[in-house]
């Protein structure tokens, strides 16, 4: 099967030939879309000379399920499915998904692949974001990075929850307040806390911070209301820091999000599926593209979400 992988530590990816991964105790998908994400480049800054390689790039699949392991029920072959994979990379014409260590659900009917395969990783992380904030009717929520695919659910969701939202971007700010945001400011352009902190004296009640520094993260205690709720999803939010200021605080990941489970998966489809949400998919690429497009994203070339075609 082709696939985009490092072949040994020190090597840059590269498109190449590898076997079908064999059978044992894993669900075999057949790979119709990959959604692309920063975290498939930043994972290439933390391989070792102890990484199992082949190492495949990619989490976010959507395709149909080939083999089902002994024992396990919920799919069959000939299922439409898609989710996060960590035991073999979706950057491949097949990937693996281990039961139980990675997430995957089925495929509503009118909902593609495409769309799909561009939610796992950026909805489930919205998701688990506004839910660990609990935001709900009323409250005023900022975004920042509002232009992006965990930015741009992130806004849809609060919006539909009954959410004040204040959005930072960096352009595109009528495309992010076509989506729900009810302020959007131009990061570029002015001072976003100042300008914050004069438009709500008294505070707003949570933050959801996709792209800032730490020091610029810990300037939200001026912003955000005792009782308040932070995550960052850079590892950017110092927890200890924030607790002096009676401000909840998480640095939100694979392992510290409760939604990355097949049930936050089967939320965001349903979401999808009945228009709460929409995928943004700024662009769609063949395989043989995958080099190209994550460049152009660790540059900060794309808005929405991209997709490759397998």
């Known amino acids: 099967?082709?696939?985009?992988?490092?072949?040994?530590?020190g090597e840059a990816p590269a498109l190449i030939d590898l076997?079908?991964?064999?059978?044992?105790?894993?669900?075999?998908?057949?790979?119709?879309?990959?959604?692309?994400?920063?975290?498939?480049?930043?994972?290439?800054?933390?391989?070792t000379t102890t990484t199992?390689?082949?190492?495949?790039?990619?989490?976010?699949?959507?395709?149909?399920?080939?083999?089902?392991?002994?024992?396990?029920?919920?799919?069959?072959?000939?299922?439409?499915?898609?989710?996060?994979?960590?035991?073999?990379?979706?950057?491949?014409?097949?990937?693996?998904?281990?039961?139980?260590?990675?997430a995957m659900a089925l495929i509503p009917d009118d909902v593609t692949d495409e769309q799909?395969?561009?939610?796992?990783?950026?909805?489930?992380?919205?998701l688990g974001s506004l839910n660990f904030m609990g935001v709900t009717v009323g409250q005023?929520?900022?975004?920042?990075?509002?232009?992006?695919?965990?930015?741009?659910y992130a806004v849809q969701m609060a919006h539909a929850?009954?959410?004040?939202?204040?959005?930072?971007?960096r352009g595109g700010v009528e495309e992010v307040r076509s989506i729900g945001a009810d302020a959007v400011y131009d990061a570029t352009a002015i001072d976003v806390i100042a300008a914050l902190h004069a438009a709500h004296p008294e505070g707003?009640?949570?933050?959801?911070?996709?792209?800032?520094?730490?020091?610029?993260?810990?300037r939200y205690t001026d912003i955000i209301k005792p009782g308040g709720k932070l995550v960052s999803a850079i590892g950017a939010a110092d927890e200890a820091r924030f607790a002096e200021h009676n401000i909840t605080a998480l640095n939100i990941g694979p392992g510290t999000n409760p939604a990355s489970t097949p049930q936050g998966l089967s939320e965001v489809a349903r979401l999808?599926?009945?228009?709460?949400?929409?995928?943004?998919?700024?662009?769609?690429?063949?395989?043989?593209?995958?080099?190209?497009?994550?460049?152009?994203?660790?540059?900060?070339?794309?808005?929405?979400?991209?997709?490759?075609?397998?």
């Open 204 to 218: 707003i009640d949570a933050v959801l911070d996709l792209v800032n520094s730490k020091d610029t993260v810990n």
């Open 161 to 169: 929850r009954g959410a004040h939202v204040i959005a930072t971007v």
């Open 19 to 47: 076997s079908i991964p064999a059978a044992g105790d894993a669900f075999l998908i057949r790979v119709t879309y990959a959604g692309v994400n920063p975290v498939d480049y930043k994972m290439l800054d933390r391989l």
């Open 52 to 102: 199992p390689f082949p190492y495949v790039l990619g989490a976010d699949f959507a395709g149909v399920v080939e083999r089902v392991p002994a024992g396990e029920s919920g799919f069959q072959v000939g299922d439409r499915v898609f989710g996060m994979t960590r035991s073999h990379g979706s950057y491949a014409e097949y990937t693996a998904i281990a039961a139980g260590a990675d």
């Open 272 to 310: 999808l599926a009945e228009g709460t949400i929409t995928t943004r998919i700024h662009a769609v690429v063949e395989l043989k593209g995958a080099a190209q497009i994550l460049e152009k994203l660790r540059n900060g070339g794309l808005r929405g979400k991209a997709v490759i075609r397998i």
């Open 1 to 9: 099967m082709r696939a985009f992988a490092v072949r040994s530590f």
């Open 140 to 152: 005023r929520l900022l975004v920042t990075g509002a232009a992006g695919g965990v930015g741009g």
């Open 116 to 126: 799909a395969a561009a939610l796992p990783v950026a909805a489930i992380t919205a």
